[in-house]
């Protein structure tokens, strides 16, 4: 009985695990063809989806070794050295459910979350997307 309890219990688990969906990676070359004047996009048509993107971080929490907000750019430094990107090259992400994210300005980072395309207001400027993020990860280029 517990075998079989086991074997139930596994399969289970693993049906979950297959169900969950799977991110897309989202590259800046995809981000940038959101344009205010076109209706559709690929960027646009990622609206509302589950995409993993690689770039760098500008935390938006001052004087913090962890943030729970910041901008993923697709370059070190933007912002800070250097004027920013236009806006379909920074992504505003708020980390949810309390997590916070290790800072750091020069190491790639992959983020995971569902992606808006939203007008956000940020202390660099205007910000074409936003994103519900769930994981921040180092990048492995």
């Known amino acids: 009985m517990k075998k079989a309890r086991f074997?139930?219990?596994?399969?289970?688990?693993?049906?979950m695990l297959a169900s969950q969906p799977v991110p897309v990676t989202?590259?800046?070359s995809t981000l940038k063809t959101l344009n205010s004047t076109q209706q559709s996009s690929p960027?646009?048509?990622l609206d509302n989806q589950l995409v993993s993107i690689p770039?760098?971080?500008?935390p938006l929490e001052d004087d913090a070794d962890q943030v729970t907000e910041f901008l993923l750019v697709p370059f070190a430094?933007?912002?800070?050295h250097v004027p920013p990107p236009p806006p379909n090259q920074m992504v505003y992400v708020k980390l949810q459910?309390?997590?916070k994210a290790k800072m750091s300005f020069?190491?790639?980072i992959m983020?995971?979350?569902?992606?808006?395309?939203?007008?956000?207001?940020?202390p660099y400027g205007d910000v074409s997307f936003s994103m519900d993020g769930d994981t921040v990860r180092p990048y492995d280029q």
């Open 55 to 58: 770039g760098f971080m500008v």
């Open 106 to 108: 020069t190491e790639p």
């Open 26 to 28: 989202v590259g800046w």
């Open 111 to 122: 983020v995971t979350g569902h992606l808006h395309v939203a007008t956000v207001d940020s």
């Open 7 to 15: 074997v139930i219990a596994m399969a289970l688990s693993a049906s």
């Open 43 to 45: 960027a646009r048509a």
């Open 97 to 99: 459910h309390n997590q």
């Open 77 to 80: 430094g933007a912002c800070i």
